[in-house]
């Protein structure tokens, strides 16, 4: 006789962290998503309200928008309050955002930062900054949010929390050094040894996705080998992660620019990737950018002289 599977627990997502850092945002891409969301809940509401959700909605997944301006918000108590709730299965997204982009954004919109109302926004960001880091660490997951457009941020958030996936989800990632390290990436490859194809004048106006460049790259004495440790590691790793319960993973590759050797590690590893049973997405951050001598930087000749002081 067959085992009785035990019903699927709705999800519960708690979703807090920086004030400006999207909040707002996740929770409009998630009800688009088709889950059930509210905002600024009061900290002694949310387990009434997450049962009488259940009365109505049954499987339907929950997310609750808790920060800073929530009554009775609670950094130290507020992760033993979410998983002490029956009935669901609970998680903590923290949105984070870099200090910079933060005051950028509140000089942008000039509004006024709640924990500082009469002060400059950067002096609230700093307060609450310390306030939630406690809260940042004991997470289930961080998004940053302080490069993604808002178009990658509901991509993201539907790799992460879609109605549609049923299995773990693999992204194969580029990006550019030069723009900042991508901050959705769990494991980061270095591909800055290989040499450029920048510098060869034919080569610069294409990407990693042309053939001439992938030609370029391979050439190299180090490209063969490196992927095909990287691969050894990866098909290892993975089955890992999955079976410690991570039910997405991202892996990128980064050079300087982010437009030719990152983006044909990034093709060639999802090639041997799906070669090896895998079926990994494939996203390139910087692709678009135009080429620029300045941010490539031709590597200075090293000198046998001593530094001159």
């Known amino acids: 006789m067959a085992r009785r599977q035990p019903p699927q627990l709705a999800r519960l997502l708690i979703v807090t962290g920086m004030s400006g850092a999207g909040k707002s945002s996740v929770l409009d891409a998630l009800e688009d998503m088709g889950w059930d969301c509210v905002d600024n809940l009061p900290a002694t509401l949310l387990q009434a309200f997450v049962h009488a959700e259940r009365e109505v909605r049954r499987t339907m997944p929950i997310a609750v928008g808790m ?27 923290y949105v984070d955002c870099a200090g910079a982009e933060l005051i950028r954004r509140y000089g942008e919109t000039r509004r006024r930062h709640p924990l500082a109302p009469d002060r400059p926004a950067e002096d609230g960001i700093a307060r609450e900054r310390e306030m939630t880091a406690p809260l940042r660490l004991t997470a289930d997951s961080v998004i940053d949010t302080t490069d993604l457009k808002p178009a990658d941020l509901r991509e993201e958030l539907r790799r992460r929390y879609g109605s549609d996936r049923d299995e773990p989800v693999l992204t194969i990632a580029s990006f550019g050094f030069a723009r900042g390290v991508s901050r959705t990436a769990d494991l980061v490859f270095d591909m800055r040894f290989i040499d450029n194809p920048h510098w060869i004048e034919e080569l610069r106006p294409l990407t990693g996705m042309d053939l001439p460049v992938r030609d370029h790259v391979v050439a190299d004495p180090a490209w063969g080998a490196t992927m095909e440790r990287i691969e050894a590691l990866l098909a290892d790793l993975i089955p890992r992660y999955w079976a410690a319960g991570k039910t997405y993973l991202t892996v990128a590759f980064g050079c300087t620019g982010g437009r030719h050797r990152s983006v044909a590690a990034a ?13 990994p997405m494939i996203r390139h951050r910087d692709l678009a950018t135009p080429p620029s001598d300045m941010i490539e930087e031709q590597p200075a000749r090293l000198s046998d002289e001593p530094d001159k002081l």
């Open 67 to 93: 920060d800073v301006r929530s009554r009775g918000f609670d950094v130290s108590t507020l992760p033993g309050l979410v998983r002490a709730i029956e009935g669901v299965s609970p998680e903590i997204l």
């Open 267 to 279: 093709v060639e590893m999802t090639e041997r990737l799906r070669g090896r049973g895998f079926s």
